[in-house]
Antibody, heavy 121, light 107 residues
Framework: QVQLVESGGGVVQPGRSLRLSCAAS????????MHWVRQAPGKGLQWVAV????????HHADSVSGRFTISRDNSKNTLYLQMDSLRAEDTAVYYC??????????????WGQGTLVTVSS | EIVMTQSPATLSVSPGERATLSCRAS??????VAWYQQKPGQAPRLLIY???TRATGTPARFSGSGSGTEFSLTISSLQSEDFAVYYC??????????FGPGTKVEI
């Protein structure tokens, strides 16, 4: 069955960096676009970034553009999110989510359990 | 950015009753709406896409309808496992996809 397991979250000071990983299994990882979606404590869902199946096309939300970078390694079935210049408002549970298609249809049929990132001094 | 609004914020219903959740887009998103269910401490689960197509494993008591700016999710007969928060999401304006604030369905 499809499994998405995030890791790399934790407590970090404002302005510092963190890299999240998402290990995928149970499907052909290289055939699907992948996303990061976040949820601040007690709040709703916010889309963060997408990467096409082959890594050639990627987009980031305006709120993280220039600070966060999505990437993937299809040889390792792993999705990444490099987060730089972190701010308090980036505090959230970060989910990786599987797109239904290779080139991204932008809705998500499987989600990981999430990893909590807390930005605090 | 397309703003998605959901109503009501909280819906109190009894098991076996019918529940209708509404979602409105600030401009037309055609039929590009998905619905997700989220239980406490869990990740969201896809229920509906394309406004009305049930995802694999979604029980038949869940149905979606609408197009343009007005959408709804109906649960025909609430079961105990259906008490959760429900989010709508538009994906017409990609990559600037947006979610609604959610409707909590409670007993």
């Amino acid at each position: 069955q499809v499994q998405l397991v995030e890791s790399g979250g934790g407590v970090v000071q404002p302005g510092r960096s963190l890299r999240l990983s998402c290990a995928a299994s149970g499907f052909t990882f290289s055939s699907h676009a992948m996303h990061w979606v976040r949820q601040a404590p007690g709040k709703g869902l916010q889309w963060v970034a997408v990467i096409a199946h082959d890594g050639r096309d990627k987009h980031h939300a305006d709120s993280v553009s220039g600070r966060f970078t999505i990437s993937r390694d299809n040889s390792k079935n792993t999705l990444y999110l490099q987060m730089d210049s972190l701010r308090a408002e980036d505090t959230a549970v970060y989910y990786c989510a599987k797109d239904v298609a290779a080139a991204a249809k932008y809705y998500f049929d499987y989600w990981g359990q999430g990893t909590l990132v807390t930005v605090s001094s | 950015e397309i703003v998605m609004t959901q109503s009501p914020a909280t819906l109190s219903v009894s098991p076996g009753e019918r529940a209708t959740l509404s979602c409105r887009a600030s401009q037309s998103v055609r039929g590009s709406v998905a619905w997700y269910q989220q239980k406490p401490g869990q990740a969201p689960r896809l229920l509906i896409y394309g406004a009305s197509t049930r995802a694999t494993g979604t029980p038949a008591r869940f149905s979606g309808s609408g197009s343009g700016t007005e959408f709804s999710l109906t649960i025909s007969s609430l079961q105990s496992e259906d008490f959760a928060v429900y989010y709508c999401q538009q994906y017409n304006d990609w990559p600037r996809i947006t979610f609604g604030p959610g409707t909590k369905v409670e007993i």
